[in-house]
């Protein structure tokens, strides 16, 4: 079965740091790329960050540029998404999605992506 579970959600104070996972089963990180997205209440999903299969390559949105880092382990089929200097209009539901090809100029579409996880809440809070 083909499935995305996402995990490493919480509280943080600002400026605080949290590590999601993504955790794959029933496919391949070596032929899939992974998505991050998020959505806060009221809002549109956004799409902040893309990890590509082919080369690793990887995408981030202006909104988490030189503050979030996304990165892979195949061995674990797992990919994280490293979260720094965290702000409170960074709260939002955490997503991770996967598409068969690399992320592309398109990666921050949701309609990319053919199977999601089920989020993880992100809070920013004092």
């Known amino acids: 079965q083909v499935q995305l579970v996402e995990s490493g959600g919480g509280l943080v104070q600002p400026g605080g740091s949290l590590r999601l996972s993504c955790a794959a089963s029933g496919f391949s990180l070596d032929y899939n790329s992974i998505g991050w997205f998020r959505q806060a209440p009221g809002k549109e999903r956004e799409g902040i960050s893309c990890i590509s299969s082919s080369d690793a390559s990887a995408y981030y949105a202006n909104s988490v540029k030189g503050r979030f880092t996304i990165s892979r382990d195949n061995a674990k089929s797992t990919v994280y998404l490293q979260m720094n200097s965290l702000k409170p209009e960074d709260t939002a539901v955490y997503y991770c999605?996967?598409?068969?090809?690399?992320?592309?100029?398109?990666?921050?579409?949701?309609?990319?992506?053919?199977?999601w996880g089920q989020g993880t809440q992100v809070t920013v809070s004092s």
């Open positions: 999605a996967k598409k068969t090809s690399s992320c592309g100029s398109y990666y921050y579409s949701q309609y990319e992506y053919e199977i």
